[in-house]
């Protein structure tokens, strides 16, 4: 009899651990957006999104708002306050969980500490390492939240791009001459995929159901840190919510390192789309793609018109005028300004040149971000083109360097800019020029070596893909010298800063710095020109790509 009890004890419990797992009453609605750049009223906008929230909200339990990264920057709402009433918005807006993007260090390390203190949102970072003597301002921010739908418990990890180091400010990372802060760069990615493994692992054991990865990292031309490589590497996520390469992904599976399927999904930016993400009582999870909404809530729509209200006096100050468009990309929105030439990188370089009295101007892809529309152009469109308020400087470089900065700016350049509605082989270092062309032979393999921080340290061959590069003197291009000394106006950014990773002028000789902010280098360049000159209507063929 002892017996016969113990084996149906022993039932009894299997039964139980089998088949007693709580069950959601209701479906998970978690909403998503990345890599909004302080479009706050741009596409679907905020004040729609608010609405499908409210909306979903007033029918279901379950429902989350979370942001995947490089929110605070990009535009006037974020440079004109520091951020500030960007986060203010998502306050407002409800956001739950968010994590950071490499554009959130724009303003500096103790700016982005002074946000944190504002954000009323929990953020999320897994993989970051401080080595430095003074205060890590990730102290405290979690790796990993878990939270509870009918007694289900859904994990979310916070994973932040390496390339942050420097597709941001590299200087910003530093204290002194040393790197402070690292994502887990290096061993080819392996480093952040056993981070992110070692997370998901502690969040299976803390016993969540569901696993998703808030990630920033983008699906293309971020390799070996890509979203769809760390899914390739680890087990144990269900779903990655990715951000970074401002993908259009409304669900793609790819199986993780068992052979099970993982789903990714990418949202674009500037509110092209919002995603939602959808966990079934019966534990089917899908992602889909919200583009517009006939409702907008009318709290976020004032709030906007209140921060309108408070920049106008500076944005819609008209500083020139145009007969025609001009873009960053082409009739499909594919952008192009981090591969190839476009009339607003034209205008921006040659803005550089003119304010700074160089020789050359040049302008890096990540600082050339919106068309120009025709009509009168405000302080406010410029703001858009360059939203990061980089300052100007100018120094002597040999003909060398900039052979060596032209040749990492070209180093992802592929024969085609894209493929499948994505921009492909895109560079945030690529290089638009004034007083200057040169053609990228896309058949030659990039000699550029970089370090484990993807700072350029040399080229593994004489063999270049750039070539054919001429400098305008007293009006005719004449080939460039690598010996002779030119004059180079950029942002401080790319000059001083090594920005993107490009070290090429290191060693330049510093004429001047500081002098202007980028939109004011264009508003005076606009000044001087009264109105846009037909050149810009069409590509000068400052860039060849073959």
Do not use: W
Not at 118 to 143: H, P, Q, R, W
Not at 518 to 533: G, R, S, V
């Amino acid at each position: 009899m002892k017996r016969f009890i113990s084996i149906l004890v022993t039932i009894s419990m299997c039964i139980c651990l089998n088949g007693c797992q709580k069950k959601l009453k209701d479906d998970i609605y978690i909403f998503f957006t990345s890599d909004v750049h302080c479009g706050l009223n741009d596409n679907l906008t905020y004040p729609s999104l608010k609405a499908v929230i409210d909306d979903t909200r007033a029918e279901h339990k379950n429902v989350l708002l979370v942001d995947l990264g490089d929110f605070i920057q990009g535009g006037y709402y974020g440079a004109l306050s520091g951020g500030e009433m960007v986060v203010q918005i998502m306050n407002e807006m409800g956001y739950d969980i968010v994590t950071y993007g490499n554009h959130e260090f724009d303003y500096g390390i103790d700016r982005l500490h002074e946000l944190m203190g504002m954000m009323e949102f929990e953020t999320l970072a897994s993989n970051v390492i401080y080595t430095g003597n003074k205060e890590n301002i990730f102290d405290g921010i979690a790796e990993y939240t878990i939270r509870e739908f009918d007694g289900v418990k859904v994990g979310f990890i916070g994973v932040l791009t390496p390339d942050s180091l420097t597709s941001s400010t590299p200087k910003f990372f530093m204290e002194g001459d040393k790197y402070v802060y690292d994502f887990y760069t290096g061993e080819n990615g392996k480093l952040l995929q056993d981070k992110v493994q070692s997370v998901v692992d502690e969040v299976r054991k803390q016993g969540a159901k569901y696993v998703v990865a808030m990630t920033h990292l983008g699906s293309t031309g971020t390799e070996p840190y890509d979203a769809i490589s760390l899914i390739h590497n680890t087990n144990g996520i269900d779903v990655v919510l990715d951000g970074h390469s401002h993908s259009i992904i409304v669900e793609d599976k790819y199986p993780n390192k068992d052979g099970e399927d993982v789903i990714i999904s990418s949202v674009g930016t500037k509110l092209e789309a919002a995603g939602e993400l959808i966990i079934s009582k019966e534990g089917e999870i899908k992602t889909m793609h919200i583009n517009k909404y006939d409702r907008k809530d009318e709290a976020i729509a004032a709030t906007i018109a209140d921060f309108d209200k408070q920049l106008e006096h500076i944005l819609n100050e008209v500083v020139g005028s145009s007969e025609f468009d001009m873009r960053i990309d082409d009739d499909e929105g594919i952008r192009m300004s981090r591969d190839r030439e476009t009339t607003v990188g034209d205008f921006v370089a040659d803005a550089y040149r003119y304010v700074m009295e160089t020789q050359i101007g040049m302008a890096n892809g990540g600082g050339v971000r919106s068309n120009i529309e025709g009509g009168e152009i405000t302080y406010g469109k410029l703001m858009n083109v360059s939203p990061f308020r980089n300052t100007i400087g100018s120094c002597k470089a040999t003909g060398q360097m900039i052979l060596d900065a032209l040749e990492f700016g070209a180093r992802n350049t592929e024969a085609i800019y894209k493929f499948d509605g994505n921009a492909v082989g895109e560079s945030g270092g690529f290089l638009s020029v004034s007083g200057l062309k040169y053609t990228i032979d896309t058949s030659i393999e990039t000699p550029v070596i970089v370090d484990e921080n993807d700072m350029l340290t040399g080229f593994s061959s004489d063999k270049r893909r750039v070539k054919d590069v001429y400098v305008l003197e007293d009006g005719e291009y004449v080939e460039i010298d690598p010996q002779k000394e030119y004059t180079v106006a950029a942002t401080d950014y790319v000059l001083y800063n090594s920005g993107d990773g490009n070290t090429a002028f290191k060693d330049a000789t510093m004429i001047e710095i500081n002098k202007y902010v980028d939109t004011d280098a264009m508003k005076e360049y606009l000044l001087h020109l009264e109105t846009m000159p037909d050149e810009y209507r069409k590509l000068q063929g400052r860039i060849t790509v073959k």
